[in-house]
């Protein structure tokens, strides 16, 4: 069987500039053809020759699992389309405003027939710099769509002064810290930092820092000395400062980080992990793990959504790498006195 | 070692479409093959006809007509004699599902409508909880069977009337009547089929599926249901009061999935369609085999189709390997 069609999944709040960057994306030179679903069908033009008009039906899957929606229309239009895979190189979906990404995000793991044939390539997110700071405190569906997201472009940055963009990228980091983000204007974009991430790829998955590590000095002690700037009538967030960075803490999504110096033992990591996200699936939106298990020359990575975990043993340590066991988090009312006690108890 | 398959192999005559085959079989006498990227093939002859503006995504067919739906939002009826008729248009729509009904009628889905057309021309809309990819006429009455999530609706279009509503939690896909109108047989996103008795409702699980059965067959007794889905087919007995705590009967099992199955017309002969592109028969009353196709182009087999007195079979695969088969008589 030839290779699997990637797919690229672009979501954002009303208005942040998801079709902006999708035209983008349609209309570079690159020399490749893309199947595009949309949804409000026809509301604004796309320039493409394969457009699908799609309704985001969501259900549930009958298996008892209740976090386990899927988009049905989704898998019967990527059938369809797999019918003529010489029209196209990749396909792009783009969801509405209020869509949770989840569905869509799931119906790659749990449909089989669209397992076969295509691969959920990233969740990329468009959020607007001017905007996204109200919609994280009123709108739950932006919040989900920046921590489920591989690739962020924080758009629209002329409209907004330096100081309100770090605020705005650092609220962004506290709910999110693993995506990679963009700043762009009219999501001006290079379009390989969007496409072909490999994000849900195992063996693409190469570490799990957070990514202000990279950028700000850090120093790994939260003195959580919270700073109330906002009014009464703003009780969510508070903030600290995080090495150069101003840091939020975002009380209702979080991502919880948790290594250990050292091997785990399979035997007991495994059933904890199958347990854990059984029991708190609806509130765990993503996690990630890269796992030094005990007698096990390879590296165990896993990736979920919800409750569906997908995991393989990948390449070898190498000689001079560390073994260390890293697990992260991403979701809603995390327990992480209670997911650290219950890792670190896997140790080998 | 298992005796060597008996072959009817050097009875096949072989196709090449190079494209996704949709349906394989015979208006008449002329074999037939529809194909998704818009084209209909009647007979060996002729050229092929392109009624759509682009591609064709669902088929159904009866003796003597194919009913076809486009990604143009159109549903076209093609006869024997390549004359082809606009039956319906959903502007900006995919056609989801089409349905053969008696007297020269026809049913289509797209969006959460479902559609019937009467011979007369008059034409009937439902919504739907959901869109739908399976519809049905029964075999008796002017009734539409169709799947959608959450169970089925059973509709007289005519009788204006709300449809009765068969429930069940779940995305039903392929929808199908027992051909003595006593069961309705949906297939499920979970990998299981469900029925209902049609007069009380009651419910019937078949499940222990791998995979989603998106071909079922009906043999012509009634008695027996083939469907695909797994590593063999599977046929559920029908007589009496179903299948409900009885083993289906697993024929033709082999390390392929079976992606397609037809009964024979006249006898309890099943045709078998592989993923890697095997093609069997198998005969019911004594599971003897006998081998169509070993493997052709190595694609999932599509589409197969008998004529009408079972003397001939096409059978064609996803990347359009197709072939003839003619039975010594």
Redesign the interface.
Known sequence: MSEKIPVTVLTGYLGAGKTTLLNRILSEPHGKKYAVIVNE??EIGIDNDLV??A?E?V?????GCICCT?R??L???IE?LM??RGKFDAIIVETTGLADPAPVAQTFFV???VQDKARLDAVVTVADAKWLRDRLRDAPEAKNQIAFADVILLNKTDLVTPAELREVEARIRAINPYATLHKTQKCAIALDQVLDRGAFDLDRILEIEPAFLESAEHDHHHDHDHDHECGPGCTHEHHHHHGGLKHFHDEDMQSVAIAHEGEMDPEKFMPWINDLVQAEGPNILRSKGILAFRQEPRRFVFQGVHMILDGDLQRDWKPDEKRVSRIVFIGRDLNEKALREGFLACAA | MNAPLQTLADRVTTLAFDQHVLHAGFLGDAPCFVLADGTIHIGRERPAIRPHADGILVVAADRTRILTGGDDGRVFESRPDGATRLLGEEKGRWIDAVACGPDDSAAWSAGRKAFVRDGKGRIKTLDLPSSSQGLAFAPKGFRLAIAHVDGASAWFPLAGAPPERYAWKGSHLDVTFSPDNRFLITSMQENQLHGWRLADKGHMRMSGYPAKTRSLSWSQDGLWLATSGAEGAIVWPFAKDGPTGKAPRECGIRPARVTRVAFHPKALVLAIGYADGWVLLVRLTDASELLVRAGGDGSPISALGWDGDGTRLAFASEAGGGGLLTLPV
């Open positions: 069908f026809g699908v008009g309704d039906e259900f549930e899957m009958n298996n899927v049905g229309d898998i019967r239009i369809t019918k003529r449909d089989q027939d």
